[in-house]
């Protein structure tokens, strides 16, 4: 399978995980709701019960008393659960109220159940006050609220009175034992009249104004745990998402890794094979040159002869000097450090390249302490040579070639190397050390990349910059001093 379609499939697979938590978050947090919601309406119906419980408690003969309903609901108002109750009539008129004032619309019952706001629940009719709860039966009346009971009519004779009575006692018998009195109209009423009371003071249903604050306390909380469920399973999703993706870098980074080992592993097979040759090549170059120098200490051979001669001379060592460089190039570079003067090496390398500075008319100066350092003789010298020879043919007539050895700093030093030739170009200087690259007409572009193989190496380290006048300044720095 193609790695970058592994890839997608997998943050694919984690996006949707994550989408699914968070729908299956979204569920459970709405049957959470919907549980807390129950179980409120569950409590209010509860307090509804003891309501209508206390209403049935205080009826007399159907009637119960306003001062006294009111004093009892106002004990149950003063919980924190109610906040106030309105007890209404058949046309949605309070009739008796206690705690916080419900508002009811003008001629109307509330047309709602339950009516769910930011702090409170409105709750209507939750239960019917025409059932007696013990026996079941439904009465034929229902509880009136009165401000004062309206006194029985005195009787008109002995007779009224003893039927009064003997109703009373009929009613208040066996049956008191069994089941409390039903509301039913009162004898000393009239129909017309109860009537008119059921129809202004008969209640009909009560609405209760309940606090949600624990409802929606257990809704918020839930609400929150929810959430950090859904951002654990992000932060789980993105933590996965970035474990496989350094996984799959350092899986390619490995397989990258055998195939740069098994590259290496070749190029060095083809350098060695190319050293050998190159090699080979530079002995039979030189038995040409030999014959070349033979013809020419021959004093009969003049003319045409004698000028192809010295060209064949001048060509070998060119390419000999090629082969010389390559060769270098390619062997191993493994320092094998000694103390050295750093003096003592730089005027060999002066020596060394004194005719082509006096050809140039070029100055060379020395600057700095003298010091002792832990260095590969050969090697060093060698990259000292290859720096002051670039310089060389960097400059022109009458140029400068500075050698600056700075005052030791915490055990090391750093050697600078400047000239005022024609600089690097900006667009080059990322190149120049870069094997095989050079600007200059005949050059290889191996003597910088041999400096920089020499001196990681030594694990030193090497920069350059434009000088600030002209030129450029290579520094080479992280050489540990021996002694100053």
Not at 106 to 121: C, E, F, M, N
Request: hydrophobic content about 40%; overall charge positive.
């Amino acid at each position: 399978m193609n790695p970058q379609k592994r890839s997608l499939r997998i943050y694919l697979l984690l996006i949707l995980v994550w989408i699914f938590v968070c729908l299956w978050q979204i569920l459970e947090h709405s049957h959470t709701r919907q549980k807390a919601r129950e179980t409120f309406l569950d409590r209010a119906r509860d307090i509804s019960s003891s309501i209508s419980v206390v209403i049935r408690s205080m009826s007399r003969f159907g009637f119960v008393s306003e001062d006294r309903l009111e004093a009892s609901l106002g004990e149950l108002v003063q919980s924190k659960e109610l906040i106030g109750v309105a007890l209404l009539n058949a046309s949605g008129k309070v009739v008796a109220s206690a705690g916080e004032k419900i508002e009811i619309p003008a001629g109307q019952l509330p047309g709602k159940k339950d009516a769910w706001r930011s702090d409170s629940v409105t709750i209507t009719n939750i239960v019917d006050l025409g059932v007696n709860t013990l026996d079941g039966r439904t009465s034929s009346a229902l509880p009136i609220i009165m401000e004062r009971f309206p006194p029985p009519p005195p009787p008109e004779d002995g007779a009224t009175t003893r039927t009064w009575r003997s109703t009373r006692t009929r009613h208040t018998d066996g049956e008191r034992s069994r089941s409390p009195r039903p509301f039913r109209r009162p004898p000393w009423l009239s129909k017309k009249e109860y009537d008119d009371l059921l129809e202004k003071r008969g209640l009909h249903g009560f609405v209760l104004k309940m606090a949600a604050d624990a409802y929606r306390t257990e809704c918020s909380r839930d609400l929150w745990l929810r959430m950090i469920v859904m951002i654990v399973a992000l932060f789980a999703a993105l933590g996965i998402g970035a474990a496989w993706r350094s996984f799959e870098r350092s899986e390619n980074l490995r397989i990258r890794l055998v195939k740069a080992t098994e590259m290496n592993k070749h190029l060095k097979e083809l350098n060695l094979a190319a050293a050998g040759l190159a090699h080979e090549t530079r002995n039979p170059l030189n038995l040409v040159r030999g014959q070349a120098q033979i013809i020419l200490r021959n004093p009969a051979i003049q003319g045409e002869i004698r000028n192809q001669a010295l060209r064949i001379v001048e060509e070998v060592d060119r390419i000999t000097n090629r082969l010389s460089q390559f060769i270098d190039y390619s062997k191993p570079t493994t320092p094998r450090p000694v103390p050295v003067k750093l003096s003592d090496v730089i005027h060999d390398v002066e020596r060394a390249l004194s005719s082509d500075m006096e050809e140039k008319a070029i100055r060379f100066i020395l600057k700095g302490p003298d010091l002792t350092i832990e260095a590969d003789e050969a090697l060093l010298r060698q990259a000292l040579f290859n720096l002051v020879l670039n310089a060389i043919q960097a400059v022109e007539r009458d140029g400068l070639i500075e050698f600056l050895i700075e005052e030791p700093y915490q055990g090391e030093t750093r050697i600078s190397v400047r000239d005022n030739g024609t600089g690097i170009n900006p667009e080059h200087r990322e190149d120049v050390f870069r094997p095989y690259f050079t600007t200059r007409k005949g050059g290889t572009g191996l003597g910088l990349a041999i400096v920089q193989r020499i001196v990681q190496a030594h694990k030193w380290e090497i920069e350059h910059k434009p000088a600030d006048d002209k030129g450029t300044i290579f520094i080479i720095f992280g050489i540990k001093i021996l002694r100053a």
